[in-house]
């Protein structure tokens, strides 16, 4: 599974920004696909995931303000992201999980975003 993030960019605080996720095989055959965030000097977090059934989760700082998606005829997922806020700056990864036995993740380049104050 390749996995092709973008719709990063510079916004300023209050704005939005649409990061795409789009995949090389069907999504519908993958478990579940998470965006992940990495700021500078901090631990790769969790922000959204959606599974093939259309379950949400988010993470708590998120919540309210992002919206995670999936365009099963596109094989892309979406995350749209508003209220930005400066704290929401990092790179964004995607990631697609299957479970065929055993766990296998599948990470895309990331798309960085920068939210100014």
């Known amino acids: 599974v390749q996995l092709q993030a973008s719709g990063g960019g510079l916004v300023q605080a209050g704005g939005s920004l649409r990061l795409s996720c789009a995949a090389s095989?069907?999504?519908?055959?993958?478990?579940?696909i998470a965006w992940y965030r990495q700021a500078p000097g901090k631990q790769r977090e969790l922000v959204a995931a959606?599974?093939?059934?259309?379950?949400?989760n988010y993470a708590d700082s998120v919540k309210g303000r992002f919206t995670i998606s999936r365009d099963n005829a596109k094989n892309t997922v979406y995350l749209q992201m508003n209220s930005l806020k400066p704290e929401d700056t990092a790179v964004y990864y995607c990631?697609?999980?299957?479970?065929?036995?055993?766990?296998?993740?599948?990470w895309g380049q990331g798309t960085q975003v920068t939210v100014s104050s």
């Open positions: 959606i599974t093939s059934g259309g379950t949400t």
């Open positions: 095989v069907s999504i519908s055959r993958i478990g579940s």
């Open positions: 990631n697609a999980r299957r479970v065929i036995g055993a766990t296998l993740d599948y």
